[in-house]
Nanobody, 115 residues
Framework: QVQLVESGGGLVQPGGSLRLSCAAS????????MGWYRQAPGKQREFVAQ???????AYAESVKGRFTISRDNAKNTVSLQMNSLKPEDTAVYYC?????????WGQGTQVTVSS
């Protein structure tokens, strides 16, 4: 079982930045694929970004060039730096580790982009 603690959400104006962080339990953290997903009101959950154990990354087209995912295996954390935020980025963001067998979902953190 992987325990997750997400933080860093909040209210930001369009064009602003936020940094989300996720602390995960588990001695095998460095082997996990760590992902961020989001769910906007009235919409399905969607993939945002992921980072593999070799630090390769993948991004949704909608956030490419604006968001950066990173990990610190020494601290068992993954972060999502979000720049040039748009109102359509408003959603609950979830940290999602994958250990090769299953996905684990955190409680989510709210990001609201509004003037």
């Amino acid at each position: 079982q992987v325990q997750l603690v997400e933080s860093g959400g909040g209210l930001v104006q369009p064009g602003g930045s936020l940094r989300l962080s996720c602390a995960a339990s588990g001695r095998l953290f460095s082997s996990y694929v760590m992902g961020w997903y989001r769910q906007a009101p009235g919409k399905q959950r969607e993939f945002v970004a992921q980072i593999f154990s070799n630090n390769n990354t993948a991004y949704a087209e909608s956030v490419k060039g604006r968001f950066t995912i990173s990990r610190d295996n020494a601290k068992n954390t993954v972060s999502l730096q979000m720049n040039s935020l748009k109102p359509e980025d408003t959603a609950v963001y979830y940290c999602v580790p994958y250990d090769g067998f299953r996905y684990y979902w955190g409680q989510g953190t709210q990001v609201t982009v509004s003037s």
